[in-house]
């Protein structure tokens, strides 16, 4: 029984983990290409890329809750 509760919670992080580090990727890339296009507006591009990141690592963090809340309840 132990081992299918450490199975689920690592498949919970592990699945968790995936969205969100696609979308830093992808908010950092886009980011990076729109502040090149238009170097005069990087601080209004950065601020909302530091904001979408943010957002989108919250969800690897319910992610990690998730699977120590399998884990140890």
């Not at 592990?14 to 090149?36: D, N, R, T, V």
């Not at 296009?37 to 989108?56: D, H, Y």
């Not at 919250?58 to 309840?73: H, N, P, R």
């Amino acid at each position: 029984m132990e081992t299918l509760t450490q199975i689920a919670a690592a498949i919970a992080i592990g699945l968790g983990a995936i969205g969100p580090g696609l979308g830093i990727g992808m908010i950092g890339s886009k980011g990076s290409e729109a502040i090149g296009r238009n170097p005069e507006a990087s601080s209004k591009v950065q601020t909302g890329m530091i904001l979408a990141i943010a957002f989108a690592e919250a969800i690897a963090i319910y992610a990690l809750v998730v699977s120590l809340i399998i884990l140890f309840v």
